[in-house]
């Protein structure tokens, strides 16, 4: 990957840093790693600043590509069928999406159906092989009207076109998948995925993108459109969260407050804390998982993490949870 | 907004940067800090006595400033009036009952005497140089105290051929910007700056700038055991200043303990907490020690209902410069080191109150008397029975909350009313004034109201008031003051918090939010 560079008048697109293609690396070493107990990472860095956002990135791209494009439908039935009555989601078929409502599940004839209101009075019922079309939206409200047509799907962007194959690309864009949090100052994220240009090189072209085409943040793509990812302000509350059925797959906070607040808050999933040396929580958040690291699980292998960059000290354990 | 390219430098700072020392030989120095540990070692525990204590206080403060400073020696800024007559005073006070030390305190009083007529500093002479080799105006210099900032800018931009040179202090180099040469006065070990301004370097190039006497080298170590860690700072090319393996040398290597101020801030504590308690009153409450930036101290209150107006600069992490910094009346029970108190210059009374009689306009007179009306019986009946008592019967009155400190709570002036309906309705019963208790609580609660009225209000001044430039001169020199256009007679002075102690002392209301001076207290050896 490259990055633009701007110098005054000048910008040229140079390669992505060793230190940046670190962090991307530690994302998808921990979205591939696969173990029975939680994976903890903790990462103490110079400078905080596009270091989540780089790990996010590496954790979405890294998920796609080991789906290859395929979902396992009974497994997104049930994810579905736990969800609450009345979550947004949004049906996409043949790239095209609608909005709609859960009903939430039914047996009809002894088959089982996940049923969706696209309409006031009208509910479409998903038999399990047909639910994969149906994916969270990124808003948190819809209203639905009288009438609905299917309307195209918000194209992926430059960027993801030239890092995934045709199959991955189709999948990312149709279906929503809970990859990674991010904990921290949403504002400052928010910059960081939007307003930064990042780009592939295909051949002598550059396919030009933001970090926020990879990650499809929740509040950054459109109402009904699937997403991959989501920021949370540090200070948020933690309640509602712990409630909610649906966990991401990873979680990454970038603050030792941060850590204290949200390391328990969806405990099957991996954890990634990255703390800044300037942090005045970084001594307590060090004692913190350090005191996890001495409790363990000793018996299991780890995921392989390339050498750090200077500056960086990495932890990485397996622990059995809260 | 910080850029992608921006912080690629950081983190190039970080993987290359090295560490240069330059050890400046002064005999004056090693004379003055031979002499100031000789008379430690032979007072042994008469050192800590008060008037011993005080004696190398001064002394102690003044090797500090000598090798953390790099002003001249005898820069009105770091001599302390009356030292010398000081060391006279030692000197017979030695006569009568400390004959062993006699010699010794004459040596010191000739080497002091000695030090504070010199009108150089080999330290500034040695920054001088390093200056003039790279002239360059992306140098900074680094300082440990702010007081010290505004004369060495001085003593800098009187040397014509120089560029001029940034001054910072520590907390300037949260920033995202990047010097080309970060020279440091003093040492770089973990005590005297955070081990983050060498972890997260905003330079390539440190120059250790201190006093041979000095240890000045920094041992990294990792956070985590059995990290995959390589170590940010790369040893310097000049390895000068090594530790001679020589015991006799190495023992006049000064740590930074010796030098640095000592704080024993349970002991502290204890002290001043004797030194304000006096008799016991009703209305102690309890407290907490707080050091401030200016070398005094204050007492808050820690009770739940007690909160002050404090300035939060913790957005500076976040890169998001002073604009997001915010002005909030907060919990004295969240208060951290950082964090800057407002706290009221002249007195210690309620300018919160003041306001919202304001807001109350002709109202506050009767409301304010009901208040003290209820909160007075309140008191007597515990000076008659006491507080437990008290606090008991109230539980069998049909209080959810009541104990002996909440009672306390209820009686101060600091605060309007109980939290809940329940436990004003048994104060009242208490008091025998069950009748009024609908009518009594509805004024509470417009009081309640008119406060947090009043509270929007100083916030939003505050704030007005805290300009970016205004806010850099507070986070230069640790304390400003912010005068209240709204209600007249009322400046607040913001004080940057150093240390807070962890254990509670009572203390009476009239001592309570009132600063006072610790200097010398700090430099207790």
Same mark, same amino acid.
């Given at each position: 990957m490259f990055y633009l560079r701007e110098d005054g008048s000048n910008a040229e697109f140079c390669p992505l840093p060793q230190w940046a293609e670190f962090f991307l690396s530690v994302g998808e070493s921990a979205i591939e790693y696969q173990s029975e107990h939680r994976l903890v990472i903790a990462i103490i860095v110079p400078v905080k600043m596009y270091v989540a956002p780089l790990i996010a990135s590496g954790v979405v791209l890294k998920s796609i590509r080991m789906t290859k494009g395929s979902v396992d439908a009974m497994e997104h039935f049930q994810m579905l069928a736990a969800l609450p009555r009345g979550t947004p989601v949004c049906i996409v078929r043949g790239g095209q999406i609608k909005k709609g409502l859960l009903v939430g599940p039914r047996i009809q004839c002894g088959c089982k159906l996940i049923g969706v209101q696209t309409r006031r009075e009208s509910i479409e019922f998903f038999r399990i092989n047909d639910c994969i079309h149906i994916s969270l939206a990124a808003s948190e409200h819809v209203r639905l009207t009288k009438r609905q047509h299917y309307h195209p799907l918000e194209s992926a962007g430059c960027l993801p076109t030239g890092l995934l194959s045709a199959d991955e690309l189709k999948n990312f864009c149709e279906s929503t998948s809970f990859e990674c949090v991010i904990v921290g100052s949403r504002t400052r994220l928010h910059e960081e995925i939007c307003a930064n240009i990042f780009a592939f090189k295909d051949n002598d072209k550059y396919c030009v993108g933001s970090l926020s085409q990879i990650l499809r943040e929740k509040s950054t793509v459109a109402g009904e459109q699937p997403w991959r990812s989501q920021i949370i302000h540090t200070g948020a509350s933690t309640t509602l969260r712990r409630k909610d059925s649906l966990h991401p797959r990873t979680v990454i906070v970038e603050t030792g407050r941060g850590l204290s607040r949200w390391q328990n808050v969806w405990p099957e999933s991996k954890m990634i804390a990255i703390l800044e040396r300037t942090d005045p929580d970084l001594m307590e958040a060090v004692n913190d998982v350090n005191s996890r690291y001495y409790t363990r699980m000793q018996d299991s292998t780890l995921p392989s993490i390339k050498p750090l960059p200077k500056g960086v000290e990495l932890i990485c354990f397996n622990h059995k949870g809260i | 907004m910080i850029e992608f390219k921006d912080v690629d430098q950081l983190f190039q700072c970080a993987a290359n940067c090295r560490i240069i020392y330059h050890p400046v030989s002064c005999q004056d120095i090693s004379d003055y800090v031979r002499c100031l540990r000789q008379i430690k070692r032979l007072l042994g525990d008469a050192a800590a006595s008060p008037f011993w204590g005080q004696f190398l206080a001064r002394l102690?403060?003044?090797?500090? @400033?000598?090798?953390?400073?790099?002003?001249?020696?005898? !820069?009105?800024?770091?001599?302390?009036?009356?030292?010398?007559?000081?060391?006279?005073?030692?000197?017979?006070?030695?006569?009568?009952?400390?004959?062993?030390?006699?010699?010794?305190?004459?040596?010191?009083?000739?080497?002091?005497?000695?030090?504070?007529?010199?009108?150089?500093?080999?330290?500034?002479?040695?920054?001088?140089?390093?200056?003039?080799?790279?002239? @360059?105006?992306?140098?900074?210099?680094?300082?440990?105290?702010?007081? !010290?900032?505004?004369?060495?800018?001085?003593?800098?931009?009187?040397?014509? @051929?120089?560029?001029?040179?940034?001054?910072?202090?520590?907390?300037?180099?949260?920033?995202?910007?990047?010097?080309?040469?970060?020279?440091?006065?003093?040492?770089? @070990?973990?005590?005297?700056?955070?081990?983050?301004?060498?972890?997260?370097?905003?330079?390539?190039?440190? !120059?250790?700038?201190?006093?041979?006497?000095?240890?000045?080298?920094?041992?990294?170590?990792?956070?985590?055991?059995?990290?995959?860690t390589k170590p940010s700072v790369s040893s310097g090319s000049i390895p000068t200043n090594e530790i001679p393996d020589n015991s006799e040398e190495s023992s006049e290597i000064l740590e930074a303990s010796e030098v640095l101020p000592q704080l024993d801030m349970e002991n502290l504590a204890s002290r001043c907490a004797q030194k304000h308690t006096g008799t016991p009153e009703m209305g102690a409450v309890p407290c907490r020690l707080f050091i401030l930036a200016d070398d005094s101290a204050v007492w808050l209150e820690t009770s739940e209902h007690a909160h002050v107006y404090a300035l939060l600069p913790g957005s500076e992490t976040d890169y998001v410069e002073d604009t997001s910094t915010s002005i909030e009346r907060r919990s004295v029970r969240d208060l951290k080191p950082g964090f800057f108190v407002f706290l009221r210059v002249g007195d210690n009374s309620d300018y919160v109150a003041q306001l919202a009689d304001k807001v109350l306009g002709n109202r506050a007179e009767k409301a304010r008397l009901v208040q003290n009306h209820w909160k007075l019986l309140l008191e007597q009946a515990a000076r008659t029975e006491g507080f437990l008592e008290v606090s008991v019967k109230l539980l069998d009155l049909g209080a959810d909350r009541a104990n002996e400190q909440n009672v306390r709570n209820w009686i101060s002036g600091r605060s309007i009313k109980p939290q809940n309906l329940v436990d004003f309705e048994a104060i009242m019963r208490l008091i025998g004034l069950e009748d009024s208790t609908r009518d009594y609580w509805a004024i509470m609660r417009t009081i309640m109201a008119a406060h947090l009225k009043a509270g929007r209000l100083i916030s939003r001044q505050l704030m007005d008031l805290a300009s970016s430039s205004s806010l850099s001169i507070l986070y230069e020199k640790g304390t400003l003051d912010f005068e209240l256009p709204q209600v007249s007679g009322v400046t607040l002075r913001a004080y940057r918090i150093d240390v807070i102690s962890a254990q509670t002392n009572y203390i009476p209301l009239s001592n309570v939010e009132r600063p006072f001076r610790v200097e010398e207290e700090l430099w207790h050896a």
């Open positions: - | 102690r403060r003044y090797q500090f @400033d000598l090798v953390s400073s790099a002003l001249p020696f005898n !820069h009105p800024s770091i001599i302390q009036e009356g030292m010398l007559k000081n060391c006279e005073q030692a000197q017979i006070k030695a006569r009568q009952n400390y004959p062993h030390i006699r010699n010794s305190l004459a040596t010191l009083t000739s080497v002091l005497s000695a030090v504070m007529e010199s009108n150089s500093n080999p330290l500034l002479a040695c920054i001088l140089s390093l200056l003039r080799e790279k002239p @360059d105006s992306t140098t900074a210099l680094l300082l440990k105290e702010g007081r !010290h900032l505004c004369a060495l800018r001085e003593q800098l931009s009187s040397q014509v @051929d120089l560029p001029s040179v940034l001054v910072v202090q520590t907390r300037s180099l949260l920033k995202s910007s990047c010097y080309s040469r970060l020279l440091v006065i003093g040492s770089a @070990d973990p005590r005297w700056y955070p081990d983050w301004v060498f972890g997260a370097p905003r330079t390539k190039e440190f !120059h250790i700038v201190c006093f041979s006497v000095l240890k000045s080298r920094r041992k990294a170590e990792p956070y985590f055991p059995k990290s995959l």
